[in-house]
T-cell receptor, first 115, second 116 residues
Framework: DTGVSQNPRHKITKRGQNVTFRCDPI?????LYWYRQTLGQGPEFLTY????????KSRLLSDRFSAERPKGSFSTLEIQRTEQGDSAMYLC?????????????FGNGTRLTVT | AQTVTQSQPEMSVQEAETVTLSCTYD???????LFWYKQPPSRQMILVIR??????QNATENRFSVNFQKAAKSFSLKISDSQLGDTAMYFC?????????????FGTGTRLKVLA
């Protein structure tokens, strides 16, 4: 169990550019979550997957945001045409066992700064 | 809509003392799970304690315990014998278990500082 891994740790980009983040969950976990956290706030739910199926998306996830989990393993979160308001910490978490609310295991996050 | 409220943005406690962090939630679900997570400065979020709503007994994990009041929709965290390493943001979280969604909803957090 190597934990949830997120890359990159930090990303600085100019407004209007596209960025992509990667998350590698704990290997046996079938659920994967993306959250956004701004300074001094709690994590805000963006989306989650069960295996490769994206089961729920938040209304916070505008059409500039897309997430994939093609083989039910790692996931990517892409933000197109970034805006300054996208600056935040993007957290990935995974959990195991279908049918129960197993605790989330979080990665260290990717901090995005849009200039 | 399901919401989680933490009304104490910041708290401090002397080392070795006891502190209680408050959390209330709103839901129409009858069965759900509640969690407390800890996020130390610049470090990843980790689970502190978990409570299943159908269990009347309050969960405990070493120095950490909860006071779960289902009728009042209250879920407070008590930290006994506070240690400097307990300094962190603490987030209360809710997850329904009967509506077919496994989304976790977090509060805005309480920043706890343990003073030497």
């Amino acid at each position: 169990d190597t934990g949830v891994s997120q890359n990159p740790r930090h990303k600085i980009t100019k407004r209007g550019q596209n960025v992509t983040f990667r998350c590698d969950p704990i290997s046996e976990h079938n659920r994967l979550y993306w959250y956004r956290q701004t300074l001094g706030q709690g994590p805000e739910f963006l989306t989650y997957f069960q295996n490769e199926a994206q089961l729920e998306k938040s209304r916070l996830l505008s059409d500039r945001f897309s997430a994939e989990r093609p083989k039910g393993s790692f996931s990517t979160l892409e933000i197109q045409r970034t805006e300054q308001g996208d600056s935040a910490m993007y957290l990935c978490a995974s959990s195991s066992r279908t049918g129960s609310n197993s605790p989330l295991h979080f990665g260290n996050g990717t901090r995005l700064t849009v200039t | 809509a399901q919401t989680v409220t933490q009304s104490q943005p910041e708290m401090s406690v002397q080392e070795a003392e006891t502190v209680t962090l408050s959390c209330t939630y709103d839901t129409s679900e009858n069965n759900y799970y509640l969690f407390w997570y800890k996020q130390p400065p610049s470090r990843q979020m980790i689970l502190v304690i978990r409570q299943e709503a159908y269990k009347q007994q309050n969960a405990t994990e070493n120095r950490f315990s909860v006071n779960f009041q289902k009728a009042a929709k209250s879920f407070s965290l008590k930290i006994s014998d506070s240690q400097l390493g307990d300094t962190a943001m603490y987030f209360c979280a809710f997850s329904p278990s009967t509506s077919g969604t496994y989304k976790y909803i977090f509060g805005t957090g309480t920043r706890l500082k343990v003073l030497a």
